[in-house]
Structure formats: structure tokens, C-alpha cells
């Protein structure tokens, strides 16, 4: 299913090939940063550099004699370099490699969800300053509440998603390490300035230290910030969901000529997409939680981590690309039907004016208690069909006595949303930012 619906860049980095040549450029920096210090000819090294190389069927052929990858890597290696291989992956232990070259490959899948994440932001500002003005009802509790703007929703998304961009860049900087110390992280046959020249060269941290692995609290964070970068793309799904249900018909995500929603129900327009994202959410959130699993390993290392490691980095990120795409999908193709939010906002005859309606008995000397008794029961009888709210509070003696003219212009939305100018300036700043990055 994920090879079907990646775009080609983001499956890419995980392949077969793409990790073994990950593994050669840290071997071949190993020995370019061991030339730099001294310790081999540097001509040697640019031979081996020359003529390393690798297939994949070849090593599947060798690791099937020695059941063990990273050896079969550098056999087949040797068959291509000769002589000069003697310097590969000298008093280097397999994690060395592993663990580095697993950097570069979570860096460049970080960047290309980093790059997803940002056109996610900056469209989510566009559609909060073009919606500022699509009024519709506000709900609590799945309850109509009070007056808002779809733009206010899209606004709240967007500084979620600028704290997404926050979270990820930090974790691709935590993320972006490598280590050249040995088999227990005491350089016992490394220089540690070969570490701090490789990792250099290949635009990495070094570990400041480590057992024989980088410690996986660093991959915890990556999986817990895509985690929570799900669950930011599911709340925006399941908004859009729960504005699809026939009953509410606000939004829709996008229908395609030709789709059909149901092999049984010719009318079926289901949420799919939506509801596709809210499900690979779950999967983003259960990873996480092998990252926490895997930080705990014996002593220096077992290789309880690599097996999982294996599953839930590619995944994560291949599904985390994958909804973001999904995400704008959804967006760019959104369905507004303003004028079914103005009908549903107006149900029961302007209830969800009440706390507006309150305010001005108070004003008028009415106490609060009283008030909210005269309110609530017109609300009540208004949800239970006996009238429209304004009508019924216009029958209301006391309430027409105290309000008169006034009670219609309590009923006009622009009050609530009179002070939402505020949020659009912040979105206009964060537009800004995002277009100046």
C-alpha cells in the first residue's frame, strides 16, 4: 500500500540500494578522514574511492553464507576494489557505519518531510486569510456553541503546523549524528578525530558519546515529532469528517467525476481521504512508541532496536510524507458551502445567541440568575421545536420590555467575531515568515 500511494522522492531514500551507498560514503569519509590525519596514503584512498563499489544481488549472496549484512557489504566491496581494501572499514565495528549512514538517510527523509510540512503551513495561511470572513457555528462537545470563521479554524491549524515546522527541524538536528568510536565508544582503534573529520565531512554532529550505538532517544524524538505532526493532519481530517456527515453538509473533501462512494448506495460521498489519514495517524503514534521501547538496550548494545528500527523509520516517514501530500490534497479541493454554515449557525432560530442575549438582560438590571432562567427556557423550547429562539424570546413580556428594538441586533454574528482581526495580523506574520524562510 505505502509503494502505491509515495510520490517516488520519499520512498527513495529508504531503498536497498540508497542505504548500501549510505554505508559507502561513510567508509569511503572513514578513510579520506584517516588520510587527512596521516595515517594511510592518500593515494591509496583515492584509488579505493575510485573503484568501490557494490550490488545488491551480490551481497544478498554473500550474506547468505555469513548471516550477517554489514560483512557481506564489505566483501563485496573488496571484490571490487582489490588491494587497496585492506584500509576499508579498518577498526571500525558495524555500528559505526550503521549508525552514521542511518543519519544521513533519516536527514534527507526530515528534509523532504520538512518540505511538505512548510507548503502545508504556508496553504494554511492563504485559506485563513481567504476564509477570515466565512462565518459558520463554533462547537463544543459536537455542540453548537458560539459564532466563528472557518479562517479562525485554518488559522489554528496553521500555528499548530509552525510548531510542527519547530518540532521537526529540532528533531533532524538531534537526529543528524554520527559516531565513529569503536565497539563499546571508547575509540579503543579509532583516532576520535577521524569521527570528528568524517562526521564533518558529511555535514553530521559527532556523538559527544556513545556505546556502540547512537543512543536512540534521538530517534524517539523523530518518531514522537512525526507522531505528533499525524495528529495534527488527523485533527484537520476528522474537522473535515465530521463537516461531511449529511446532517451537518459544510465542507466536503474533494470528489473526483467518476468516483463512486458505494457499491450498494449510488448517493454515498464518503470522507475517504479523511479518513484515510485519521487511520495512518494511529500507525505514526504506535511507532512512536517503539522509539521509546528501543532507547533501553543491555549494557553497550544488543540489536533489539535494529530489527524494529528497520520498520517504523522508513514507515513513519514514507506515511508522514504521504499525509501531508494527502493533507493538501484534501485542502486544495475543499468544498465550502457558506450558505449551509449561515443555515445551520441560524438553526433553532439564532441559539447559539444566548450568551449574547444573557449579557444584555444583565445589563438591564435583570440578575444574572433570572436572566439565564428566562434564557435557557426559550433555548429549550426552541430545541424542542415550539419556536424559533428570537420568536420565542420576543413573547417573552419581561424580555420585551427590557430589550425592545434592541433584541434583533444581538442576533448579528459580526460582535462575536469582532475582535478575531487580532488572529488574522499573527497569520499575516507567520504568512510572512514562512514566504521569507
Known sequence: MIERYTRPEIGAVWTEEAKYRSWLKVELAVCRARAQLGEIPTEEVEKLAEKADFTVERIHEIEEQTNHDVIAFVTNVAEYAGNVARHFHFGLTSSDVLDTAGALQLREALDLILGEAKTLTLLLTVMALEHRDTVMVGRTHGVHAEPTTLGHKLAVWAFEMERNLDRLSHAREVAAVGKISGAVGTYANVDPKVEAVTCQELGLSSSPASTQVVQRDRHAEVLS??????????????????????????????????????????????????????????????????????????????????????????????????????????????????ERMIENLNSGGGIVFSGRVLLALVESGMSRDDAYRVVQSAAMRAWEGEGGFRELLQGDEEVRERLGDKLDSLFDPSYALRNLGVVFERVEELKGRLEDD
Not at 489519514?277 to 535494529?306: K, P, T
Open 225 to 338: 515529532a512525526i507522531a505528533i505532526l499525524g495528529s495534527t493532519m488527523e485533527k484537520i481530517a476528522l474537522e473535515v469528517r465530521g463537516a461531511q456527515r449529511t446532517e451537518v453538509r459544510e465542507l466536503a473533501e474533494p470528489f473526483g467525476r467518476g468516483q463512486k462512494g458505494s457499491s450498494a448506495m449510488p448517493h454515498k460521498r464518503n470522507p475517504i481521504l479523511a479518513e484515510r489519514l485519521c487511520g495512518m495517524a494511529r500507525i505514526l503514534r504506535a511507532n512512536a512508541s517503539v522509539g521509546f521501547e528501543n532507547n533501553a538496550l543491555w549494557q553497550e548494545r544488543d540489536i533489539s532496536h535494529s530489527s524494529a528500527e528497520r520498520v517504523v523509520l522508513p514507515d513513519s516517514t514514507i506515511l508522514a510524507f504521504y499525509m501531508l501530500s494527502t493533507t493538501q490534497r484534501i485542502l486544495r479541493g475543499l468544498q465550502v458551502d457558506k
